[in-house]
């Protein structure tokens, strides 16, 4: 069974940076399609970046492009979601997600959100 632990939060000010991991166990993440999504206090949860396994294409949501970018480790146990220039809108609980999902469209798996293994979460605190 797959297990999901992210980690990699905590408080950054404005403009500043952190690395959010996604490690594996119980199965590789090779073959799995990957979500990372949050939740901010009082909203809805919002897919940020979905990653497909099957033909490498990748969906960010308009609000972090050219700022978050997902990778993944060359043993394909950790998925990453790097977080830069980050800002206090980006403040909320932030989740990954596999699954093994195929014939969607990775902005189809971030609105759908099609994923039967998740993460508990890190907090993400943006503030001066």
């Known amino acids: 069974q797959l297990q999901l632990v992210e980690s990699g939060g905590g408080l950054v000010q404005p403009g500043g940076s952190l690395r959010l991991s996604c490690a594996a166990s119980g199965s590789t993440l090779d073959y799995y399609a990957i979500g990372w999504f949050r939740q901010a206090p009082g909203k809805e949860r919002e897919g940020v970046s979905c990653?497909?396994?099957?033909?490498?294409?990748?969906y960010y949501v308009d609000s972090v492009k050219g700022r978050f970018t997902v990778s993944r480790d060359n043993a394909g146990n950790t998925v990453y979601l790097q977080m830069n220039n980050l800002q206090p809108e980006d403040t909320a609980v932030y989740f990954c997600?596999?699954?093994?999902?195929?014939?969607?469209?990775?902005?189809?798996?971030?609105?759908?959100?099609?994923?039967?293994?998740w993460g508990q979460g890190t907090q993400v605190t943006v503030s001066s």
């Open positions: 997600a596999a699954d093994l999902v195929g014939r969607i469209t990775v902005q189809a798996m971030c609105v759908i959100s099609p994923f039967g293994s």
């Open positions: 990653f497909s396994a099957s033909d490498g294409s990748t």
